[in-house]
């Protein structure tokens, strides 16, 4: 991917041929809506209906699973109630994001605190307020739980690494099987209820099969269980379905058909009645329902002889592009107002730091006529921007979402 070219208006109407066609309706509406009503640069906007849409696809491809939109993806109020009013269920990682959900009308019961890290107080406060799902990876968190959520469910979360994810979660966040099996056995002892396994194949995840080796690893842990006359109801297979970025992910349905035989071959070969499926989906929901646009400060080179240009603009790291770290995440680009002969650019953010930079390895091409005051558009950006945006570094104040 290093290198490659990844932006020009060819590619985009490429994609708008062969691209999800509701992302494209998203963007026409979200322009509409800027050019109607101009509010100040940057700002996300996100487009209710492709969260709908979104929301529903998943639902049809994957009949009888529960889905836990989680939260972080993006915490706007309206998202948050579109999802509700279609019927969905919230992965939550702290009590304010379970008063977030609360507040927009979803029953304590369709909330899973999903974070294995949490202080006693928070497990306290999030059973106050109805909470009985959790999910947990440690001998003490599973205590601590008893303890504070007396007679919750809980998941028991599996760690994955080397997934081939494009932002994989490393080794922060669950156990080894075995655990699994002492933390899921020691809830049942507790008076706690053994939900099911529980594990993320990393985000953005572009191979389905991915999934599978942590099916496999949650059937042995069921088996385990079994044999102990524990049974688990659920398995739960996190997030890390797919936005529409730079480079392609297969369709939905690929994915659902191997989640699906991963279970029935799995728990099949185990001898175990087939589990439901909980599915955390983040990014799918919400990424492609949102454009970013922000505005050109600078376009400067560096020499005369450099081919290079630097377009600065008044979206960075800190505002909005937190998942251009590492350039994990490369989004497709629009520039409404240019087109025309397009030459190499790296881009950056307006802060005064110098890792403010959102792509140099990733070569965009841009327009040569783009000037200051031009508009930059960043597609599919419903997902981890507004969200991870700081309070106001460098005095840049965090990225506006306006919901349509
Ligand atoms: C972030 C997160 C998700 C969502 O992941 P996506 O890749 O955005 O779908 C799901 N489950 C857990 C526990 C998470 O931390």
């Not at 322009?31 to 996300?44: I, K, N, V």
């Not at 990733?362 to 945006?389: C, K, M, Q, W």
Request: contains cysteine.
């Amino acid at each position: 991917m290093e290198g490659s070219l990844v932006y020009s208006a060819a590619a985009e109407a490429e994609q708008a041929s062969s691209g999800p066609p509701s992302a494209w309706g998203a963007v026409a509406r979200a322009r509409a809506f800027l050019d109607e009503q101009c509010p100040p640069s940057p700002c996300l906007v996100i487009d209710l209906a492709t969260v709908r849409e979104r929301y529903r696809a998943l639902a049809e491809a994957l009949p009888g699973a529960q889905l836990f939109y989680a939260v972080k993806a993006n915490p706007a109020a309206d998202v948050v109630r579109e999802l509700v009013r279609a019927g969905a269920s919230f992965d939550v990682a702290s009590v304010p994001e379970i008063e977030l959900c609360l507040a927009q009308g979803a029953d304590p019961a369709q909330i899973s605190y999903g974070n294995t890290i949490k202080k006693h107080a928070d497990v306290a406060a999030a059973y106050t307020l109805g909470v009985r799902l959790f999910t947990t990876d440690s001998i003490p968190d599973v205590e601590a739980i008893a303890q504070y959520a007396p007679g919750a469910s809980v998941f028991g979360r599996i760690m994955l690494v080397d997934t081939g994810s494009l932002t994989p979660f490393g080794r922060k966040f669950g156990c080894s099987p075995d655990m699994a099996v002492q933390v899921l056995s020691r809830a049942h002892e507790l008076g706690l209820r053994p939900a099911g396994v529980s594990f993320h194949v990393g985000s953005q995840q572009l191979d389905p099969q991915a999934w599978d080796r942590g099916v496999r690893e949650a059937a042995a842990v069921a088996a385990k269980l079994a044999a102990q006359d524990v049974t688990l109801p659920l398995i739960n297979v996190g997030g890390g379905l797919p936005g529409s970025y730079t480079v392609s992910a297969p369709p939905l349905a690929e994915y659902a058909a191997a989640i699906e035989a991963s279970v029935r071959e799995h728990f099949g070969a185990a001898g175990l009645p087939l589990p439901s499926l909980v599915v955390e989906p983040g990014r799918f929901v919400v990424a492609d329902a949102g454009l970013l646009r922000s505005e050109v400060v600078l376009v400067s080179r560096k020499s005369d002889d450099d081919e290079f240009r630097w377009v600065y603009l008044d979206v960075g790291r800190y505002n909005g592009m937190a998942e251009c770290e590492n350039e994990y995440i490369t989004y497709l680009l629009s520039t409404p107002e240019r087109e025309g002969e397009v030459g190499p650019v790296y881009l950056a953010g307006p802060t005064c730091d110098g890792d403010d930079v959102l792509y140099q390895r990733n070569i965009y091409r841009l327009p040569l006529a783009l000037r200051a005051g031009d508009h930059v558009e960043f597609l599919s950006t419903g997902a981890y921007t507004a969200s991870y945006s700081s309070i106001a570094f460098n005095g840049f104040s965090p990225l506006p979402t306006h919901c349509i």
